[in-house]
């Protein structure tokens, strides 16, 4: 596993322990998070330390619990796409939720400092500059 994927693996571990500390530590102090895609009520831009525990604040108080697993890496130059399974269980329903999607994590000097979601692995895949892919 490279570096790169250490690190947003390490990243997936501390958000699923709800470890606010430790994810901020792995970013770019530039760091922040596109939503712009998503579906839900939480779409936007969320710019630094604050803006991420803003949003990660939102996911934290809707689920009980919720962990993100990367299963597959694909490299680009400066940008690393993954495939992430997502599993939770609602707070107030109890309800079990399981989503699959692309993260596209674009690094400067090492460090990530633009997550972005996307709905469909190809948009991910061509943000980065990769193309379609067989993964």
Do not use: N
């Amino acid at each position: 596993m490279s570096e790169r994927h250490q690190i947003i693996h390490r990243i997936y571990e501390a958000f699923s322990r709800r470890d606010l500390a430790a994810v901020i530590a792995e970013l770019h102090e530039d760091s922040q998070v596109d939503f712009t895609r998503s579906l839900g009520p939480d779409s936007g831009v969320y710019p630094g330390a604050e803006g991420i525990r803003r949003l990660l604040d939102l996911y934290w108080e809707a689920f009980e619990d919720l962990t993100l697993d990367a299963e597959t890496f694909v490299d680009g130059t400066d940008d690393v796409v993954a495939l992430v399974v997502a599993r939770g269980r609602g707070r107030g329903s109890g309800v079990r939720v399981e989503a699959r999607g692309p993260h596209l994590w674009s690094f400067r000097d090492g460090k990530p400092f633009r997550f972005t979601l996307y709905q469909e692995k190809a948009e991910a895949l061509q943000a980065a500059g990769l193309g379609e892919s067989d993964d």
